[in-house]
């Protein structure tokens, strides 16, 4: 069922401002201070093999999925969720040299749903300074302990979203976003075009009520997939259960340009410096026995 109401639009500079920086930088070093944010978020870049590279010469509609769990103790304020970027690259850009089209949603466990929106000026190709968020609610507290399924489907041929849609524990709610333009946070010079997933969790003091209970701001992931959307249905360029790879480093940057080459297709990388991600064996994994740990504590 599709519910369009606009709950609110905010026009935010606070600690979400520049998030899904996919190169960290000294300013996203980890301290031992209290901090005011935290984006605790892991991505894998995708550019090669048959499933990719089709898309990649004509982009068009492309999906990404995660399973998505928290403990009880979970703060309100706490946004999680996924996200997919289609990078222009720098040697043969579809839509801008150096191109980052952004289709990142989270939502907080009280059914609040935040959408990261493109403008007419992120459009024409000037990186957005102020994060333009759309903010929705589908009026229901998810549950602990309990996995839903989150999935964004987006057009990187138009630069629009497509569709979000959450289930699990009796819960289905789809919200028809393909009037929504996709954000462009930065400039990307990566060597060439490349799609990367993501799932992540961050907290923000300017979000936090006083007074409340501190709680844990951790949530985990497991089956993670992503890919073009064909004619005849998903076609799954990435995946992962967290099976394959611990533990999960730093990116291997190269400057003036990002090399691509450098990269390891389908390989899980710490989003930022600061990220606290990282791999757990635990019994209610939802496949296997590993799932990610997005820890965004402000210690």
């Not at 089709?54 to 982009?59: D, H, S, Y």
């Not at 968020?133 to 138009?158: H, V």
Request: glycine share 8%; proline share 6%.
């Amino acid at each position: 069922m599709d519910n369009d109401n606009v709950v609110r639009v905010v026009r935010r500079t606070v600690f979400l401002a520049t998030f899904v920086v996919l190169v960290g930088c000294a300013l996203n070093n980890v301290t031992s201070q209290p901090r005011d944010s935290r984006l605790s978020s892991a991505v894998a870049v995708v550019s090669k093999g048959p499933a990719i590279e089709p898309f990649l010469g004509q982009p068009g509609p492309s999906f990404v999925q995660a399973y998505v769990r928290f403990d009880s103790d979970l703060p309100d304020d706490v946004i999680f969720g996924i996200d997919q970027e289609f990078l222009d690259g720098v040697a043969r850009p579809f839509h801008l040299k150096g191109g980052d089209w952004m289709a990142f949603i989270g939502l907080q466990r009280t059914g609040a749903v935040w959408i990261a929106t493109g403008t007419d000026e992120t459009m024409a190709g000037k990186p957005s300074k102020d994060r333009v968020w759309k903010i929705r609610d589908f009026r229901q507290r998810l549950q602990p302990n309990t996995w839903y399924r989150l999935r964004t489907e987006a057009d990187c041929g138009t630069r629009h979203f497509r569709r979000f849609t959450i289930e699990g524990a009796g819960l289905s709610k789809s919200f028809d976003l393909s009037q929504e333009k996709l954000d462009y946070p930065n400039y990307m010079p990566f060597s060439d075009r490349a799609m990367t997933f993501y799932v992540f969790a961050m907290r923000g003091r300017s979000l936090m009520t006083p007074g409340a209970p501190a709680g844990k701001p951790v949530v985990y992931f497991d089956d993670v997939s992503g890919g073009p959307i064909s004619v005849s249905g998903d076609v799954v360029a990435f995946q992962s259960s967290f099976e394959e790879q611990q533990p999960i480093g730093g990116q291997p940057v190269t400057s003036p340009i990002i090399d691509l080459e450098k990269y390891q297709q389908g390989r899980w990388y710490l989003e930022r410096d600061e990220a606290i991600f990282d791999v757990q064996v635990v019994p209610w994994a939802r496949s296997g026995s590993h799932v990610g740990r997005a820890d965004a504590s402000l210690d």
